[in-house]
Structures are given as structure tokens and as C-alpha cells.
Nanobody, 129 residues
Framework: QVQLVESGGRLVQAGGSLRLSCAAS????????MGWFRQAPGKERESVAA????????YTADSVKGRFTISRDNAKNTVYLQMNSLNPEDTAVYYC??????????????????????WGQGTQVTVSS
């Protein structure tokens, strides 16, 4: 089992940048595929970015492509979401999620809410215009 704790969300002006972090408990972080999702008020939770357990494969949603970057540091049990050129449409609660443990293959990532086993509590990102 793994526990996830997000941090880094705050109020930021449009055009600004934030880096979200998600710290995972346990000693097997490197066997988990990770993802970032967001949920705005009145909307469904949507995938923002995902990364394979090795970090060798990544996915970024079209809505944030070129602005957001997902990365991970398996030595620190942490996955990151670097967010640049933020705009008010990026305002949402951002969630970190984990799927695993995955013992075979290292290139898979997942983009559907139902594919993840563990979730963090979320961190609020608010972008003012």
C-alpha cells in the first residue's frame, strides 16, 4: 500500500508558474506508475499528465501540452508537476494518483481515473486573471 501527499498548490497570477510535488510513502515507489489529475468545480476529474514507473514514458493532456511537465525522482519517492504559463482555466484541485505495484514492463502509463489504485487528498491551485 502507498500513501500520497501533494503539496505546492496556491494562488498565482495568470502567466505564473508552480511546481506541485507528490510524496509517496513506502519502499516500492519505483514499482508504481503515477499520474496527476485535476478537478474543477462542477466538472469531472480529468487526467493532466502521467508517467511510467521508470520515468521513461510520459503523457501530457492536450490542454496543458507545452506548459506542464511531469517528472519523478524514485530516490526521493516523489513525482512532480511543473506548471508554466498558468491561466484561469487551470484553476482546480490537483490530485496525485498511483497504480501498482507493477512488476513487469516499465513503459506503461495510465490516463483513466479507474485505472489508479491510490489517491492523495489534493492540493488547490487557483489562477487569478
Amino acid at each position: 500500500q502507498v500513501q500520497l501527499v501533494e503539496s505546492g498548490g496556491r494562488l498565482v497570477q495568470a502567466g505564473g508558474s508552480l511546481r506541485l510535488s507528490c510524496a509517496a510513502s513506502g519502499r516500492t515507489f519505483s514499482t508504481y506508475s503515477m499520474g496527476w489529475f485535476r478537478q474543477a468545480p462542477g466538472k469531472e476529474r480529468e487526467s493532466v499528465a502521467a508517467i511510467s514507473k521508470t520515468g521513461g514514458s510520459t503523457y501530457t493532456a492536450d490542454s496543458v501540452k507545452g506548459r506542464f511537465t511531469i517528472s519523478r525522482d524514485n530516490a526521493k519517492n516523489t513525482v512532480y508537476l511543473q506548471m508554466n504559463s498558468l491561466n484561469p482555466e487551470d484553476t482546480a484541485v490537483y490530485y496525485c494518483a498511483a497504480r501498482g505495484p507493477i512488476y513487469f514492463g516499465g513503459s506503461a502509463y495510465y490516463t483513466d481515473v479507474s485505472e489508479y489504485d491510490y489517491w492523495g487528498q489534493g492540493t488547490q491551485v487557483t489562477v487569478s486573471s
